[in-house]
């Protein structure tokens, strides 16, 4: 019954004509078009003038000390800066790149099955590196862990760095 | 050379020298002022406003990194801040729209330019930029009073270049009609 009357009224107010405009206002709007669409922004000289020397409001005096004594009690947000520069970011992890790459080549290969996958190659060269390492007392879960956090320092630095980028 | 000086006053802040700060202060508090007082419509809250835009804008003036004008960026934060301001205290402003019959300068006896003192004029000007719709009044604001390029005043209050266009449009036609003894 309810959704009856809504159609019902639905089709009357469909059934009005709209508002018809006047009978210049396309001529109207044309004109309008027609002069203003060469510039930008059209500003009118004198308007400007007029809206420039009255339509800016005034704060009281004190204002000014209001702000400034506020400020100076709040420290200065420092940016975070990384300690280390881009340069010597590059510079660090191209030369760990480098000393394990050394690492890597100047070890001993030893019967190394011909049929090994790069992988198996890969950690065995490692564990031939960190039993080298323990020669010097350094037992290999040290370096893995010293491995780790330099590749989560590296990380954090190259976070840290990015997203700074994108703020800027 | 505004943007330079601008610069130099921004670097000395960022170094830890706050007292420079009062420098930007003077000279933007005005305007930041008005902005404010488009958005709140309310005199002491756009004072509030203005007041926490500048604050904020000391706070992460280390982000701000000089790609566009020191005014434009603390402008957006005044805007952002009086924006804010409306959502949390939920302000009710009067409609401009309701007040058109009180403060109508046009309607009735329309007064002679030579009878006009310039605080009189002061007040036609006011009344003609409350008529217009807040977005309008702060356009036109940002436009024609601080003469803000149309991309700037997209940066501050994230509108679009074609909206701003209409809006300012629609807003000079009716301040020349408002205006138009005065002009």
Redesign the interface.
Known sequence: MAAKKKENLKMLLQKMEPDAPASDFMALVMKEISTDTNLEVPINIPLQNLLKQHGVASLSADFTNQVMDRIELLPLKKQEQPIISKRAGFAIVASFLFISLLFFLFTENTSTPSTSTNAYHLTDQFSKVTEQLQVNGSPSLYLIVMVMLGVLLGLDYYLRYFQQQQKA | MDHTEDQIYVDR?KN?D??S??FL??KY???A??IA?KITGN?EE??DA??EG??KA??????F?G?SKFSTWLYTIVYRTAILMIKDKRIKTSSIDDENHQHDATDGNVPQLDQIQSDE??KY??LA?EKLPKTEALL??L???NEST?KEVCEITGLSIPNV?IQ??RA?KR??RE?KF??
Do not use: C, D, P
């Open positions: 802040v830890g706050a007292a700060y009062s202060l003077n508090k005005n305007m002022y008005t007082l005199a756009a004072e203005a007041q500048f604050i000391y706070q992460a003036i280390h982000s990194k790609n004029q002061a000007v006011k930029i036109v604001t436009y024609y009073i149309i266009k300012l449009f000079r301040l020349e205006l005065l002009l």
